[in-house]
């Protein structure tokens, strides 16, 4: 199977935004708090172990550190260059006034392929990075392996209603792809439980922010780093006048409030670790206890 993704490319653009991401993703910060308040299923459960997975300048690995003194914090990220910029918030033994105990540990490393010991980790908390991954269940599946059991798995990703708007108006100018395909809630959950995660829950959350024109928006992408990574993209510049097509076509959708609109559609998934032995689904027979349909889904 052909990769979705150029995931040389994913780096490279998160790479170059190292600087500019933390204050452009606001919409990612917004949601990173709404997934930490997620953190309270663990009730009195103190971790051992927490990983903080495409933690881009690690602003949940800092509270987790904050809120757990004496566990190990795991901050990963795939470009380099995002873990350096988490660097001066404090990677020491002195953070606002609170004495650590341990640091914070960083890993440059891919989701796909996480260069964790089997069974050694409490908590896994993932915002905002699975939609660039090709194949859920097997990162899901990688995810358990690492999780211990009972293990919390925490994550959020786009679905696929996210930039639709920007999806339809450069389909106006020509047939190449610029916005990425995202999994839907229901995929997104089917994934989980053919890794054979149990009690999961979805949510999911609709954002709209508004923009001047279509190059507000684009500038705003390529400081998150959420630039077009598809392996189908166009590899040249686009053309000024599949630009203006574009443009022209997103302005049709301007709001009362004159703003063009951009949607993201935000997934939040919480499970469990199974206990060893646990079925999954192999060679295309279903061994779960639990249909897709039947996961419950919580919508704001």
Known sequence: MNDVFDHRHVRRAFSRAS???DAAAQLQHEVENRLLESLDYLDDRVPDVVVDLGCGPARAATH???RWSRARVIAIDLALPMLQQAKPRGWGMLESSLRLQKPIDRINADARALPLADGSVDVLFCNLCLQWVDDLGAVFAGFRRVLKPDGLLLCSTFGPDTLYELREAFAQADAV????????????GDALMHAGF???????????NGYDDLP????ELRAIGATNALTTRRHTLTGKSRFAKASAAYDEMRTDDGRLPATWEVIYAQAWAPQPGAPIREGGYDV????????????R
């Open 216 to 219: 507000a928006l684009m500038r």
């Open 19 to 21: 600087a500019s991401y």
């Open 64 to 66: 987790m550190r904050k």
């Open 288 to 299: 779960v206890s639990v249909p897709a349909s039947g996961i419950p889904v919580r919508r």
């Open 198 to 208: 149990r009690n999961p829950v979805l949510d999911r959350d609709d954002f709209v």
């Open 177 to 188: 792809p610029h916005v990425s395909p995202f999994a839907s809630i229901a995929e997104f």
